[in-house]
């Protein structure tokens, strides 16, 4: 059964400054997602990851996957307080379960 | 525009009472889901649509219905058999076979018990 985590849970961090989210899974992955979560409100595609190797950047995100080692990785480069939010990674065992992971809370100090 | 819709925002519930929880799509997605979301965790997948006429169970089926007569619509009843039905609830749909199944998510149901 694919289970998937986040570390860290909570990130608090100076504006321009630089840091990663890890998502570990457990088993074979179809597909590897990130999405975005402001508070009370609904979450948002931010990347998905089709193969080993893949990385997509959009701004000050970029996300990585390594199939081999079951890790995908979302790195913020010289963060802003705008990227404030829930960071939640997501795997797929065959074409309808989703497995979330817990959430990475970010928060950007000006 | 496209998307889904999600009603009511926000819904209280009394004790011993079903309610239900409305999620319409215009983005002709074959697939629905509904998921639970509680302060501080993940998404938690209740129920799931692949097609008309036919759901399966999630990982916390327990004390939900759901029924999908129509393509756009998957509404989800919180029954009075769910003990602590007090969450986020989250209705998505994907489009299947595009080999990126990528969530699209409404947004948001509180459930709240009085």
């Known amino acids: 059964e694919l289970k998937v985590e986040q570390n860290p849970l909570f990130l608090s961090m100076q504006e321009g400054k630089n840091y990663t989210i890890y998502c570990n899974y457990s088993t074979t992955s179809d597909r590897l997602y990130w999405y975005r979560q402001d508070p009370g409100k609904s979450l948002e595609s931010l990347f998905v990851l089709l193969s080993n190797g893949a990385v997509k950047q959009e701004g000050r995100l970029m996300a990585s996957l390594d199939t081999k080692a079951r890790l995908s990785t979302l790195h913020i480069t010289a963060a802003v307080h705008d990227l404030s939010a829930t960071y939640f990674c997501a795997g797929a065992s065959g074409t309808y379960k989703y497995i979330f992971g817990t959430g990475t809370r970010l928060k950007v100090l000006a | 525009d496209g998307g889904i819709t999600q009603s009511p925002k926000y819904l209280f519930r009394k004790e011993g009472q079903n309610v239900t929880l409305s999620c319409e799509q215009n983005?002709?997605?074959?697939?629905m889901y509904w998921y639970r979301q509680d302060p501080g965790q993940g998404l938690r997948l209740i129920y799931y649509?692949?097609?008309?006429?036919?759901?399966q169970k999630g990982d916390i089926a327990e004390g939900y219905s759901v029924s999908r007569e129509k393509k756009e619509s998957f509404p989800l009843t919180v029954t009075s058999a769910q003990k602590n039905p007090t969450a986020f609830y989250l209705c998505?749909?994907?489009?299947?076979?595009?080999?990126?199944?990528?969530?699209?998510f409404g947004s948001g149901t509180q459930l709240s018990v009085l």
């Open positions: 998505a749909s994907s489009d299947s076979g595009t080999g990126v199944e990528k969530l699209f």
């Open positions: 649509s692949q097609i008309v006429n036919d759901f």
């Open positions: 983005l002709n997605h074959d697939a």
